[in-house]
């Protein structure tokens, strides 16, 4: 069994939902959380940067307030992911808000920094650092991450190339403390499969893109909707790092999705520029097959716990 921080023991289903860059707002978190899963968004989502105090007051009062409400059907934590990476100017800022707002987990990417784990702990925060790698895995719990995010192939957005079942059997190796399984997983039996292979929690994405919540544009949602596996491009000339993203968006943008030449890793950016690049080019992940229509959040979780109870069935029948 892994060591798992309090936050997490009142999670009753094993779901993060993932942060997802533009989309994700507090209209979807809180979906998310109400529906018992893990919500999050990324802190510059909100923008202009006063935006981000304005959301995290929104958030705590409507979670409070259905807990008042509903003291049997309490709401998930939820989170916020910040970009630990040198082009991002506003972490400080947003870090100062989530330790004010005492936001419950802390994600972070890009970057494993000891002053941010340390500003989490400050107030009982637990950090989740996603990472592609063992190697990553590493150098983040050594830094003070209390958990991890293993981003395996087929994930939305930026991912890796590892698979899951060799990603997460090396970091069981020498790992006891919460892990989350990111790459392509879409369903209620996924979720199951992923605590087979030895993670705590399925981490969610590309599917809640195509939710009536989403700050997606319909044409991204049904997108969606109308893709497959064969639909996703891995390539990194959108923002340096590698990602998957849907081949339409690229065609549409007039690429040739087949043909993108490489990018310079060292022109990596995530102020306004890669703002303008995931807003035309849209990032998903390789399990959207299993995404049929557009739906509320609380559908989508529906399914996924129903799908999960009925792969535990299979499985001991």
């Known amino acids: 069994m892994s060591r798992l921080p309090p936050v ?7 779901v993060i939902a ?9 209209k979807l978190l ?14 510059l989502n909100a923008r202009p940067a006063a935006q981000l105090e304005e959301w995290l007051i929104e958030i705590t009062e409507a979670l ?24 991002n100017d506003r972490l400080e800022h947003d870090m100062a808000l989530c330790v004010k707002y005492k936001v419950p987990i802390i994600i972070t990417s890009l970057g494993a920094r000891e002053d941010v784990n340390a500003a989490a702990h400050s107030y009982g925060g637990v950090v989740m650092h996603d990472i592609i790698n063992n190697k990553f895995a590493k150098k983040a ?56 292979m030895g993670a705590d929690f399925a981490y969610v994405g590309s599917a809640f893109i195509a939710t009536d919540e989403a700050r997606a544009a319909d044409d991204y949602k049904q997108a969606v909707v109308d893709a497959n596996s064969d639909d996703i491009v891995y ?3 959108f923002t340096g790092v590698h990602g998957n993203y849907l081949a339409a968006s690229i065609r549409n943008a007039g690429l040739d999705p087949a043909h993108l030449p490489e990018s310079d890793p060292s022109a990596m950016n995530f102020g306004g520029d890669a703002k303008k690049a995931w807003k035309d ?29 009925e792969a535990k069935l299979r499985i001991t029948a």
């Open 281 to 309: 080019i849209w990032g998903c992940g390789q399990g959207i097959g299993a995404v049929k229509a557009v739906v509320p959040a609380a559908e989508l979780v529906a399914r996924l716990k129903r799908e999960y109870q």
């Open 30 to 43: 809180i979906a998310q959380c109400k529906a018992g899963v893990v919500g999050s968004m990324p802190a």
């Open 141 to 196: 719990i050594e830094k003070g991450a209390d958990g991890l995010i293993a981003v395996a192939a087929g994930a939305g957005g930026h991912a890796g190339v590892k698979s899951p079942f060799a990603l997460i059997q090396e970091i069981r190796e020498w790992f006891d403390g919460p892990v989350a399984l990111s790459g392509a997983i879409t369903t209620g039996g996924a979720v199951l499969a992923a605590q087979a």
């Open 235 to 237: 390539s990194n000339l």
């Open 8 to 14: 997490f023991k009142q999670l009753k289903f094993p």
């Open 18 to 26: 993932s942060p997802l860059f533009i989309i994700s707002n507090p």
């Open 64 to 87: 409070a307030a259905h807990n008042r409400d509903h003291p049997d059907q309490p709401a998930a934590p939820f989170a916020i992911n910040q970009i630990v990476h040198k082009s």
